[in-house]
């Protein structure tokens, strides 16, 4: 058995990778890669919308259920709700403590229930998202509709951005109480403690930087094994790397 076959193996049984796999990474500087709050209390509904969305997802086209991985950042000094006061008041220590709990995060650790496994070019798949959620300094396992989209490049999507993308458009609740967020007694009747959280990104093959792996990865040929493909400066904290120790 060849050595490069020989290795392929290897790194499939240790680090449970997918080979097959196209890594994506959203423009955070895209306003249009964003997520979006609901808060419908019996006094007032709030809506609050936070662009500066980064993401970055490994997915198998073929098999979208073949082991994917991924993590979505959402700023929470983003979020804008209309008026600048409350805007204060939900970055403040109070509410959300964005000084101390700079993002929101949703790290992809599985998927199940796809409509299709496979993502056929402009076709929408319906699947459930399986992972964690970060807010306010506490996570949860959390189940999470969504859609999801693939476009071959072609002249079309090149007005979008370079390279093969993927659409996701997420809708999914939570309550505050869960995420240790208490509602000051001074708004009471105008905050709900259920939010529904929407949120919606391209990313594209093109924008992926190089293989966080490093030593892992003895030639630039295993760059296809990279689970995440996050962003250089974030590499070495990477929670998708498969170099890291097991916990």
Known sequence: ?????????????????????????????????QASFISDAPFEKIVGLASGLDATVMINPSDVTENPMGKVKVPVNGIKTGIDLRDEHLRSEMWLNSAKYPHA?????????????????????KVTL???????GVTKEIEVPATLTYFKESEKTKAKAPGNLLVANADFSIKLSDYGI??????????????????????S?????????????????????NPCAMKKAEAKSNPCNPCAPKK
Do not use: W, Y
């Not at 995060?105 to 798949?125: C, E, H, R, W, Y």
């Not at 000051?184 to 959280?197: A, C, F, Q, R, T």
């Open 1 to 33: 058995m060849k050595t490069k076959n020989i290795l392929t193996i290897v790194l499939t049984l240790v680090f449970g990778l997918n080979l097959f796999a196209q890594s994506f990474s959203a423009d955070s500087k895209d306003g249009r890669n």
């Open 105 to 125: 995060v949703f790290q992809l650790t599985g998927i199940k229930n796809a409509s299709s496994k496979k993502l056929n070019d402009g076709q929408k798949t």
């Open 130 to 136: 399986v992972g964690k959620f970060s807010v306010h």
């Open 182 to 203: 208490k509602i000051p007694s001074m708004v009471s009747g105008k905050l709900n403690d259920e939010v529904e959280i929407k949120t919606n990104f391209v990313a």
């Open 205 to 225: 093959d093109a924008n992926s930087s190089a293989n966080p792996c490093g030593a892992c990865s003895p030639s630039k040929s295993n760059e296809k094994c």
